[in-house]
């Protein structure tokens, strides 16, 4: 019996160290620390190896910031986040005093045809509506045909005037729709060239002030820039925080400014003003209405500023742009062009 005993004794020690080293062999092999260790490495890996292409693939601003952050301390990224703002009262004297663009030419909602042209236009169409349907009244009356059908033809042409004063008390800007497409379409490079312009000073603002750009598409139809802030405040329901503010307006107004120094007036900035004007009401806290104007005019001045101290930069991205480069080319040829001017 005590054989017996003692046999089972030695049994149950041998299972119990057999389980300890199992155990042990458990921990050594799936420990969590060496797995914290290797995200560890493969992150600072990640980062050591960052490169503008990186961009290209990134779906979220806390990636895009990450790599753009890491190009920075490498020294490949010196415009990124590079410019600070201290927003102030600005005049609109001050904004054309500085800028050495007129009055007009800085007010959006300022039309290319001026009360004279379209006085000139109408007067262009009475007279023209008058003698065509006075030439349908003759010319039907020869041919013989139906005196019904040349009543309604004469009718319908003399119409024509009121047509048109009728359209112009609405919206007078469909008038001359139809010149801005023929002018579109006769002049398809130019076009594109100054919306190539338009995109770049909003990508090169963003990027001054560290604001990530989500894409960039450069078409056959027309070049857009796309930037990650601008889509989030635009969500439904979506505020923006005051120390936001200062930073978007700039790039919001950015495309006007460029287009206004380039060409004396700005044609694509309806839909960037909007934006603007929606994120100045979606301010929180709120802002009065007096400073919501002074900081569009400091957002404007801004804009210029930047574009005017990067010039060299704003013009590489044009060029990018132009050539259909995607975000992480232009944001490169922006960086290599600006480092090339301070060594000079």
């Not at 019996?1 to 799936?30: E, H, N, P, Y």
């Not at 990640?46 to 490169?51: G, L, T, V």
């Not at 060239?193 to 909003?202: C, D, I, Q, S, V």
Request: glycine fraction near 4%; include cysteine; proline fraction near 4%.
């Amino acid at each position: 019996r005590r054989l017996v005993i003692m046999k089972m004794r030695c049994c149950t020690m041998l299972l119990l160290v057999l389980l300890s080293s199992v155990r042990s062999m458990r921990l050594a092999t799936f420990s969590p620390i060496p797995r914290r260790l290797h995200s560890r490495t493969l992150l600072v890996t990640a980062n050591s190896a960052a490169s503008f292409s990186d961009l290209d693939c990134v779906q979220n601003r806390d990636d895009a910031v990450r790599i753009l952050n890491t190009l920075k301390d490498d020294g490949s990224a010196q415009l990124w986040n590079s410019f600070r703002l201290a927003p102030r009262p600005v005049s609109l004297r001050e904004v054309c005093q500085t800028t050495k663009l007129e009055e007009k030419v800085l007010d959006p909602t300022a039309s290319e045809f001026s009360i004279e042209d379209i006085s000139s236009t109408f007067i262009k169409v009475v007279v023209g509506a008058t003698a065509a349907s006075f030439a349908w009244a003759f010319l039907s009356d020869l041919a013989g045909i139906d005196a019904g059908l040349r009543f309604m033809g004469t009718y319908l042409i003399a119409g024509v005037p009121i047509g048109v004063l009728a359209v112009g008390s609405v919206a007078p800007g469909i008038l001359f729709l139809p010149i801005e497409w023929f002018r579109a379409a006769a002049d398809k490079e130019a076009t594109f060239e100054r919306r190539a312009k338009h995109e770049a000073a909003h990508l090169l603002t963003a990027h001054c002030l560290g604001i990530p750009v989500s894409s960039v598409s450069a078409n056959a139809k027309t070049p857009e820039v796309v930037i990650f802030d601008e889509q989030a405040v635009q969500q439904p329901g979506a505020l923006v925080r005051s120390v936001d503010l200062p930073s978007l307006a700039v790039v919001a107004m950015s495309g006007l400014m460029a287009e206004a120094d380039a060409y004396g007036g700005s044609k694509g900035a309806s839909a960037d003003l909007k934006v603007l004007n929606e994120m100045l009401l979606r301010t929180s806290p709120p802002i009065p209405a007096k400073e919501q104007q002074d900081m569009a005019r400091y957002a404007a001045l801004m804009a210029w500023t930047i574009i005017k101290k990067h010039e060299v930069a704003y013009d590489a991205v044009t060029s990018a742009l132009l050539e259909g480069k995607g975000l992480a080319e232009c944001l490169k040829v922006a960086e290599e062009a600006e480092a090339l001017q301070k060594t000079r």
